[in-house]
């Protein structure tokens, strides 16, 4: 019987939110409205911004009707911790991209990190891009260190510079045309300190496609004003999810408990420490991280970062971050 109902539904994405109404494009890339009735309103499963949906067409009405919601691969939330409750605001998103800016304002030791922990919170594969290279002052900060010490994550960085047309990468073996490459016909945001280039990154991937300040769409295709609603911008050679509920760097809603598991690279060498308590270093013997001084300086880094969020996310009681 539900193999008989699936077959009379047809399968969309919802690219821009609303309360009872979403903006939806098909598999043929026909965009539509369609209502939602029910529980699909409610809950931590309400349709969000990125969600794959079954629909039909009424059939008393012109309407289209969301019936169903796919199985989403991951979810873009927050605990709201004074409501006690997880808000979801995305889904189904391919790559988080990590956007740094090398030059006003110049990279924050420990940025880089704190992005990563919501990547692997919300599992999204994370890319680190480092703009506004060709201002690059090796003294000031070191990308290639900074390549070096996510090399154990697997996480791809990138040497760019979004305004100056003519740079091509001369310090990470990665450059744009490599991440044109790699967002192709992908699903992607973007998280990064105020002034890192995101609006003239994001036109110069899109070929000038894009103009993400004013939400303008260039070549024929159709504008929109800025909004706070969450959305997916048709970037032309892949999707951009644009929503108000990735711009907070506050990791307040992060249990503490939790913490070290969104540091893979270090999770390993925890599990190794005799203490239950441990403190975490490369001096006290029985510590997990005291057998691997040969690699300290890398490691390191990473490790004053988890300690630091340790203090911040250790603010909040656990016991309020229920949901």
């Not at 201002?135 to 154990?152: A, G, I, T």
């Amino acid at each position: 019987m539900r193999e008989k109902l699936l077959s009379q539904l047809y399968k969309a994405r919802i690219t821009r939110s609303g309360q009872k109404s979403f903006d939806c494009k098909n598999e043929y890339g026909q965009e539509f409205k369609a209502k939602a009735l029910g529980s699909l309103l409610k809950g931590q499963d309400s349709l969000v911004v990125g969600d794959y949906i079954f629909y039909q067409k009424s059939e008393t009405t012109d309407e289209f009707i969301i019936k169903e919601l796919i199985p989403r691969s991951n979810e873009i939330f927050r605990v709201i911790v004074r409501e006690n409750k997880k808000k979801v605001t995305a889904a189904n998103c391919d790559h988080l991209i990590i956007l740094n800016s090398v030059s006003k304002p110049i990279l924050k030791t420990g940025i880089i990190d704190r992005f990563l922990v919501r990547a692997y919170q919300w599992g999204i594969e994370p890319i680190v891009v480092f703009n506004k290279m060709d201002q690059y002052d090796p003294s000031k900060c070191d990308v290639v260190f900074e390549s070096e010490r996510l090399k154990s994550l697997g996480v791809s960085c990138y040497d760019i510079s979004a305004k100056d047309i003519e740079y091509k990468n001369l310090h990470l073996e990665l450059g744009i045309e490599d991440l044109k490459e790699k967002l192709q016909d992908k699903t992607t945001i973007f998280l990064g300190q105020s002034g890192v280039g995101k609006s003239k990154t994001i036109s110069r991937l899109s070929a000038g496609f894009v103009d993400l300040k004013t939400k303008k769409v260039g070549k024929g295709g159709k504008g929109s004003h800025a909004t706070t609603w969450s959305e997916i911008i048709d970037c032309q050679a892949f999707d951009l999810i644009d929503s108000p509920g990735i711009r907070s760097f506050s990791l307040e809603d992060v249990r503490a408990s939790e913490l070290m598991g969104y540091f893979p690279d270090l999770e390993p060498y925890s599990l190794q420490c005799k203490f239950k308590d441990c403190a975490h270093d490369f001096e006290t013997p029985g510590c997990g991280f005291f057998q691997h001084k040969s690699i300290c300086n890398l490691l390191n880094s990473r490790l004053e970062s988890y300690k630091k969020l340790l203090v911040e996310v250790s603010e909040t009681p656990e016991w309020n971050k229920k949901m």
